[in-house]
């Protein structure tokens, strides 16, 4: 009986039953928490269910801090937030993982790459290297991606 290895990687999208144990706040909050906080805006996928990403899951704990530990009022929270945005999208202009893979992918649709070669990441690698600016956050997520699919690959060879 052939054994299938478990690649444990953070999940991409959370649905809000999800999000709701990991923060341990009701539905009912994150619902109005996103009419307040005009950062907190999860996708929502066919079905018309939330789709929750990491980012907004820190950003659900970083207003859960400020208006349950910190004691902030929604205004007061909601200013600090608009701040605290406004910095973090300035640090992340490079784009995130997904905008980058699917640029990637844009860029060279009909290339055809030799099998054992990763094309996907090629770009991001060299690009990575030569831009000083790209956060280190982010090398070590693609690094690690880069990493979990090599092996899946290798798995499915």
Not at 53 to 77: H, P, S
Not at 96 to 103: A, F, H, P, S, W
Not at 127 to 137: F, G
């Amino acid at each position: 009986m052939a054994m299938k290895k478990s690649f444990a990687m953070k999940k991409l999208y959370y649905s809000i039953s999800e999000v709701s144990k990991i923060t341990d706040l009701e539905q009912y909050v994150l619902r109005y928490w996103e009419t307040e906080f005009e950062q907190l805006k999860p996708a929502k996928n066919l079905a018309g269910n939330r789709i929750y990403t990491n980012k907004d899951i820190k950003l659900i704990f970083q207003i859960k801090k400020l208006l349950r530990e910190e004691k902030y009022t929604i205004e007061g929270a909601k200013n600090l937030l608009k701040n605290y945005t406004d910095r973090s999208e300035e640090e992340n202009n490079t784009g995130t993982r997904l905008e980058i893979v699917k640029k990637s992918i844009l860029a060279k649709p009909n290339q055809v790459k030799s099998k054992n070669e990763l094309s996907l990441f090629s770009d991001i690698d060299n690009s990575l290297n030569k831009n000083i600016d790209a956060p280190e956050h982010l090398r070590k997520d693609l690094s690690e991606l880069k990493s979990f699919l090599s092996n899946l690959l290798n798995e499915i060879d």
